[in-house]
């Protein structure tokens, strides 16, 4: 059942959207939330078949590469050490272990739910080093670095991070130079228009995605999450494709605005620098992640302690079709391992763990006719 607070809205944006799907177009959503909104929502079956919406890599947990949770695992073997982690990361498959594995032989592992109560965790463990698993974009990135900040001005020096945080734009760019092609993946999809994430537009503002839209002929739509706000998104992106235009466009007006969140900006250019990144599934995108500044390394936890260089197994040695599905260029249906070895129950990748991963969120909602 539609879950909507507009319906007669939701119908005549549906309606919209019969008369502009002339031609068969690819959308993509890059934010799990999206994710999860369209499906719950039950919005497929507005949607004309001409229109595809795309999942892509709009997960944090998903894309954090294995070797970064390796390098989790390490840390978190330290008798000396508590690793602080969001609840999603814990069952996140590496390697036949996980955190929750990793605690449950030993490891202090504990689940926060922001950077500032692990900084609180090492105000109250003075005889420990904790370390915070920092993953997320840009989103959670101003949050880390005021926690960052705040450790500095108390002089908590037990307290430091593993980062992990990457950028939305750069991965856009990447999928759209066809750079991330890899050896036995279907043939990449041709993205029409995006569908940008609202939480991390809200930081960066709309200014990021100009370049994506005139360098690419990419339209670019920033959307809410009602199912009315998804909807109105779609309208937008099918009008400007039939009329051959790539604009960015604010539909989340009520939320973003064109400068973003100049506090939250400021935070994060004041305790990160940019640098390149490893995503799972697209490999190395440059200038799309987060390392300290040097005048924060004392909280770079890599830095820190000496971690070891590991090799470990790639998604499709195990069968996993995960970094196909962030590329959005597989359904989750489509992974022979959907719903059959790879369930919640029993993950084989990251995309079915997380409470964003569209192989769970496909999972979940298969009865919504989506």
Not at 114 to 125: G, P, Y
Not at 252 to 266: C, D, I, M, S, T
């Amino acid at each position: 059942m539609l879950q909507a607070r507009d319906k007669e809205l939701v119908a005549a944006l549906s309606r919209a959207l019969e008369k502009l799907a002339s031609r068969p177009v690819k959308f993509m959503e890059v934010c799990g939330t999206h994710t999860v909104a369209f499906h719950r929502a039950g919005l497929r079956s507005l949607v004309p078949q001409n229109i595809s919406l795309l999942s892509g890599p709009g997960c944090p947990v998903c894309v954090t590469p294995q070797k970064e949770i390796q390098k989790a695992f390490q840390i978190a073997r330290r008798e000396e050490i508590i690793l602080a982690t969001f609840g999603d990361m814990m069952r996140v498959p590496v390697d036949s272990s996980s955190l929750e594995k990793e605690r449950s032989m030993g490891a202090d592992v504990r689940v926060v739910l922001s950077a500032l109560e692990a900084v609180k965790m090492a105000q109250e463990n003075r005889d420990k080093s904790v370390v915070f698993f920092a993953v997320g974009f840009e989103t959670t990135a101003p949050t880390v670095a005021s926690a960052i900040l705040h450790a500095a001005q108390q002089g908590i020096h037990n307290f430091s991070i593993l980062c992990a945080h990457k950028m939305i734009p750069p991965a856009m760019k990447a999928l759209l130079e066809g750079g991330v092609v890899r050896p036995g993946s279907p043939q990449e999809v041709k993205v029409d228009g995006f569908m940008c994430p609202g939480h991390v537009s809200a930081i960066i503002g709309t200014h990021p995605y100009e370049e994506i839209a005139a360098r690419y002929s990419a339209p670019c739509v920033i959307s809410g999450f009602e199912p009315e706000d998804m909807l109105e998104t779609l309208v937008m992106l099918a009008e400007m494709t039939s009329e051959g235009r790539a604009e960015v466009k604010n539909q989340y007006r009520r939320v973003v605005k064109p400068e973003g969140n100049a506090v939250a900006l400021q935070l994060m250019d004041r305790v990160f620098r940019v640098t390149d990144a490893e995503w799972r599934g697209l490999g190395l995108i440059p200038r799309s992640g987060f390392r300290l500044a040097e005048e924060f390394s004392a909280f770079d936890a890599e830095s820190q302690f000496e971690l070891e260089s590991v090799v470990v197994a790639e998604d499709e040695q195990r069968g996993c079709r995960c970094g196909d599905v962030l590329r959005g260029s597989l359904l989750p249906e489509e992974c022979p391992l959907f719903g059959v070895v790879c369930t919640p129950a029993t993950p084989v990748g990251a995309c079915m763990v997380s409470s964003e991963g569209t192989c769970g969120t496909h999972y979940r909602y298969r009865s919504k006719g989506n």
